[in-house]
């Protein structure tokens, strides 16, 4: 690809999305069409990026937001719901915009997808999340358009708005932070940087229908991110385990008040399941250098420009 054809970027103003643009501007790209239908994110997005098309539209409807895949020479489909308490949104936001973005694809004759799919395809959980994004996943592997999907695990980074960086905020609030259990629940997390970077990789290089498994490169349990949240940011807050059916009930009692809470029931479930993804050399696939955790977690919460972004659920 030259840095002038046209990308488009459907779910554009999530964690991922406001990280993949910020390293496409970067490398040279100029023409870029990004689309999400969070109007506070959006905001956020055009704010940072002035130069760029913007466009605000729910893609499981169907209205003015199809013309902009005309002339594109790639998608790279990030839309996705992550939590919620029922499984509505994640029907709409996970299956009906992908049926509805490969559909134009194909009407305009759009030669190449990047898919972001996710780990949990390969989980143990059975959640709406992990139920949702294997569909999504089979409906690209099914389109017949020319394809590579990339799966990452957990991410964190500049613009975490659930994750590590709703975590981080807590624990600046709360007189001690709770961990369920003995917190020893190993995870693979993943800088979004680095996997920006793959994505940017598999654009260019353009792989023909093939599925990466892309983890990080550390195993850390969940106790040990949060001690190195704790760390780099400097705080003094207590870490103190306690019984994981307390924890749970917790978070049950949250999402009676919250229609959309940052940490549900079904998400705990998962972090405490017994999952170890494939780690794949990525770093040499695609020629990206990985940041170790510790380096990574430093510019997610120490960057001048970023780190105080803070986007909406």
Known sequence: MNFNEKIVIPGAAGLVGQNLIIE??????????AIDKHTENIKVLRELHPNIDVIEADLADKNSWEIAFKDAKVVLMLQAQIGATTIEPFNRNNIVSTQNILEIMKEYQVPYLVHISSSVVNSVANDFYT?????QEKLVVESGITYCVLRPTLM???FDRKHLGWLSRFMEKVPFFPIPGDGRYMRQPLYERDFCRIIVSAMKIQPHNMIYNITGRNKVDYIDIIRTIKKVKNL????VKIPYSLFKGLMASYAIFSDNPPFTTQQLEALVADDAFELIPWWNIFDVESTPFEDAMYETFSDPQYSQIILKF
Do not use: A, C, R
């Open 131 to 135: 139920i949702t994004k294997k569909e």
């Open 24 to 33: 496409l501007e970067h490398q040279g790209y100029s023409n870029i069409v």
């Open 156 to 158: 964190f980074g500049w």
């Open 236 to 239: 003094k807050t207590p870490i």
